[in-house]
């Protein structure tokens, strides 16, 4: 798959003439080959519910990620795939109940998503999943940020944290789901 754009600002008037030659030229280069970066072949999008809309709202998160993806299935009818999701966790932060920046609150995001996901995917209406991100990176000093960007399943010393259990567990099932049905 290409992807042209990520979190583009597709709606603005600039954009079709911006996005029409790459398309075009993706396109040459493999025409077999489908196309993300807005409302393309494949329909890409990334939300963080329970971190940047309703933090702390755990039981919000399935019920609005449900509907928001069906909504966009029902509109474009072209495969969808959450291509980010998740929340910040500092490694060794612990709370219970799970509390924001935790790493307990970090795997109950996680879990909210997949349970819309899996409904979602039983449905059709979902294609896909990325969760954010592989690592926690560092970034510019912003009040936004304690000393990087959180949100990984590994720590940047590449330690896992809770949230790289669940996520293993989470696609090694899926995996032998999947050579079980081949």
């Not at 009040?143 to 590449?158: D, E």
Request: net charge positive; with cysteine; proline share 5%.
């Amino acid at each position: 798959m290409w992807s042209l754009a990520n979190e583009p600002s597709a709606s603005i008037k600039e954009a079709n003439p911006y996005f029409a030659p790459l398309v075009k030229l993706a396109k040459s280069l493999d025409p077999t080959r489908p196309i993300t970066g807005g409302l393309l072949d494949v329909i890409c999008f990334n939300r963080y519910y329970g971190w940047y809309s309703n933090i702390g709202q755990l039981y919000r998160i399935e019920h609005d990620i449900y509907n928001e993806i069906s909504m966009w299935n029902k509109k474009f009818s072209r495969p969808i795939i959450i291509s980010e999701y998740g929340a910040e966790a500092i490694p060794g932060m612990h709370k219970d109940p799970p509390f924001a920046f935790t790493e307990e609150y970090q795997v109950e995001v996680l879990k909210e998503h997949h349970k819309a996901f899996d409904r979602l995917k039983k449905e059709k209406k979902l294609a896909g999943e990325m969760v954010w991100v592989f690592a926690d990176f560092m970034t510019v000093q912003d009040t936004t940020r304690v000393v990087g960007n959180h949100k990984g399943l590994f720590t940047r010393q590449r330690e896992p944290k809770m949230s790289a259990h669940l996520i293993r567990k989470r696609y090694s099932s899926n995996t032998s789901r999947h050579r079980d049905e081949l």
